[in-house]
Nanobody, 125 residues
Framework: VQLQASGGGLVEAGDSLRLSCTAS????????VGWFRQAPGKEREFVAA????????SYGDAVKGRFTISRNNGYSVSFLQMSSLKFEDTAVYYC???????????????????WGQGTQVTVSS
């Protein structure tokens, strides 16, 4: 699976933004999808994850209630809808795919097998 994240940009605090993660290959629907972010000088942080069918979702504490993850397997795409953006949301956002057969939604980056190249989100205060 090859992943490409897009949709980042420069926004103001309080704005919304939707990121997309487009996958190539036929196995996207067999993978769980996760979103992570990394700010300069900080470790990669879990943002959200979604199950293969989209019925289960998990969020990092910093984004709960503000971000929504979704996916459309027919189009091999996952979305991260971000609302009420804050300055501290500024980071490079990555999407990743976990091909393990378990139903657990992994919040550890080391559990993901495929990664996109990242898209920059900058929130001005």
């Amino acid at each position: 699976v090859q992943l490409q994240a897009s949709g980042g940009g420069l926004v103001e605090a309080g704005d919304s933004l939707r990121l997309s993660c487009t996958a190539s290959g036929r196995t996207f629907s067999l993978c769980k999808v996760g979103w992570f972010r990394q700010a300069p000088g900080k470790e990669r942080e879990f943002v959200a994850a979604i199950s293969r069918g989209g019925g289960s979702k998990s969020y990092g504490d910093a984004v709960k209630g503000r971000f929504t993850i979704s996916r459309n397997n027919g189009y091999s795409v996952s979305f991260l809808q971000m609302s009420s953006l804050k300055f501290e949301d500024t980071a490079v956002y990555y999407c990743a795919a976990d091909r393990s057969k378990t139903t657990t939604l992994n919040d550890d980056a080391s559990g993901y097998d495929f990664w996109g190249q990242g898209t920059q989100v900058t929130v001005s205060s």
